[in-house]
């Protein structure tokens, strides 16, 4: 058995868990399902910086990491998805006939696979149904995009072979459209991004105004390394929802005397000073963090190809401190986390990731440093807050795609 993708060992035994997974599910008097069992996979992500800048058309630099959602599956002729899910302990299914976010069900995990249909359909491109089985190493809730994840493997399953598939940013924003008009939950572009582009050993530099990414090579002396809070994300979806607004409102406000303003990506550190005061305050404060990070995006590329330690430092602690204080997204958890973290000899740089209000850092560690961190992570945090943290070392992989089985 091959995966061509990590060279992780465990790879072929989960794979073979997987396949006996499917392969032991009662028949069904007419499941209609044959040939050869097929296995695609998705990574989740996490992003090094670049925060709430994608639905401003900004810049964004995630790596796909190295928890990941799989779906082994045989496709089958009947317009029908059936899935369980190992994670959930549940079959669920739908019908790929008149699929619309009008008739979506109470809320469950499928939706996420039922949109990724409803969208590529929607887009025209054909999708073919199938009987399968979904694992996921991606924890649920902790921000590393569990749901984007589960979209982008099921694109894979979804597609019909040997038709041409749009490359990682179309197929990417087909995903992002299907999460926001049929989950209804308002994201950016940048997980499915990641999770579609992702590259081994890389960073993805995505510029989300054109939907066009580049590589950026991870420092090999530097381990990826995510703290998890263990802290409830309860306030995002209102809060995400609200600064995207505010942001909106800030656009419009300075595109009154800019002309040709029609996102912050056109907006710069002088037109914002010379428009502060048509903003309100908070509005303000907002389009100050999305301005400015844009920039920090650029000099983190940069750093990390010159392999300067201390400007990784800075741009991660300048980040946080404005997702903390000009975006208020932060929580006295994460800032629990970035403060022990930043302390342990060896962390280069740590920060909030994803939409904040909990969930995870990331951090940039020395080889050899990772443990210390574990420790200091795992004696302090909890009694400073009460929560069980997590740590997990990560590894920037390939994005979503099939894993070759043997026969
Ligand atoms: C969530 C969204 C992304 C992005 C981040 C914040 O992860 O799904 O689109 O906006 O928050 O950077």
Not at 99 to 120: H, K, Q
Not at 138 to 154: H, R
Not at 163 to 185: C, L
Not at 206 to 228: H, Y
Request: aromatic share 4%.
């Amino acid at each position: 058995m091959s995966d061509g993708h990590t060279g992780n060992p465990s790879t072929a035994a989960r794979a073979a868990a997987l396949r006996g997974k499917l392969e032991a599910l009662p028949a069904g008097a007419d499941s209609g399902a044959s040939g050869p069992i097929r296995l695609v996979r998705a990574p989740g992500r996490v992003n090094l910086i670049g925060e709430h800048t994608d639905y401003n058309q900004g810049l964004v630099l995630p790596a796909a990491i190295d928890r990941e959602v799989w779906i082994a599956f045989w496709p089958w002729d009947r317009s029908e998805v059936e899935l369980t899910s190992v994670e959930f302990g549940e079959t669920r299914s739908f019908s790929l006939a008149g699929l619309s976010p009008e008739t979506r069900g109470a809320r469950s995990w499928i939706d996420y696979v039922a949109a990724t249909a409803w969208a590529m359909r929607d887009a025209g491109l054909g999708v073919r149904g199938f009987r399968g089985v979904m694992d996921s190493t991606v924890p649920i809730g902790s921000g590393l995009s569990s749901s984007a994840a589960i979209e982008m493997a099921s694109s894979c399953a979804l597609a019909v072979p040997g038709a041409p598939r749009p490359d990682a940013g179309a197929m990417a924003a087909i995903a992002q459209r299907g999460e926001n008009r049929y989950v209804g939950v308002n994201c950016g572009i940048m997980d499915q991004f990641a999770s579609a582009a992702g590259r081994a050993g890389h960073a993805l530099l995505i510029d989300c105004r054109i939907n066009q990414f580049k590589t950026a090579l991870m420092p090999a002396g530097l381990s990826l390394v995510v703290c998890e809070t263990g802290s409830s994300r309860r306030l995002e979806a209102s809060a995400y929802n609200t600064r995207r607004s505010e942001c909106e409102l800030g656009v419009k406000l300075i595109a009154e005397r800019e002309p040709g303003v029609r996102s912050l990506r056109d907006v710069n550190d002088a037109m914002l000073e010379r428009n502060r005061d048509r903003l309100p305050e908070v509005v303000a404060r907002r389009c100050e963090h999305v301005v400015r990070e844009d920039g920090r995006v650029m000099d983190t590329v940069a750093a990390l190809r010159d392999g300067d330690l201390d400007a990784l430092g800075r741009l991660f602690a300048a980040s946080h401190a404005s997702l903390r204080d000009l975006y208020e997204v932060s929580s006295a958890e994460l800032d629990a986390m970035v403060d022990i973290a930043v302390a342990v000899p060896g962390v280069v740089a740590s920060r909030m990731t994803g939409a904040g209000f909990g969930g995870c850092t990331v951090n940039l560690v020395e080889h050899g440093a990772e443990e210390a961190l574990r420790d200091a992570v795992l004696a302090q945090y909890r009694n400073q807050t009460g929560l069980e943290p997590r740590v997990y070392i990560v590894a920037a992989v390939d994005g979503a795609g099939e894993v070759k089985l043997d026969a």
